[in-house]
Nanobody, 124 residues
Framework: QVSLVESGGGLVQAGGSLRLSCATSGRTFVTYTMGWFRQAPGKEREFVACVSRSGGSTNYADSVKGRFTVSRGNDKNTVYLRMDSLKPEDTAVYYC?????????????????WGQGTQVTVSS
């Protein structure tokens, strides 16, 4: 069992930045690809970004490429999402996710573990 706890959400003006963190439990952190998804009101949960077990490979949704950066600290069992140039349409609950297979990291149905989510609100 893997426990995921997000932090770092909040209210920010358009053009601003936030950094989300996801702390995990257990000694199995390095066996999982880690990712971020988001869900806006009335919409389905969507993929944002993921990072491979070593941190050497990343994948991003087109909507966040060039603005968001995903990274991980295996020594701290933590994954991060740096969000720059935020837009009102980035407003959502952001969820941390753990998946065994890197090539399935963008698929909601293939995620093994989810965090509880953290709210990000971007005002115009």
């Amino acid at each position: 069992q893997v426990s995921l706890v997000e932090s770092g959400g909040g209210l920010v003006q358009a053009g601003g930045s936030l950094r989300l963190s996801c702390a995990t439990s257990g000694r199995t952190f390095v066996t999982y690809t880690m990712g971020w998804f988001r869900q806006a009101p009335g919409k389905e949960r969507e993929f944002v970004a993921c990072v491979s077990r070593s941190g050497g490979s990343t994948n991003y949704a087109d909507s966040v490429k060039g603005r968001f950066t995903v990274s991980r600290g295996n020594d701290k069992n933590t994954v991060y999402l740096r969000m720059d140039s935020l837009k009102p349409e980035d407003t959502a609950v952001y969820y941390c996710a753990a998946v065994i297979d890197y090539y399935k990291c963008s698929r909601t149905d293939d995620i093994n573990y989810w965090g509880q989510g953290t709210q990000v609100t971007v005002s115009s």
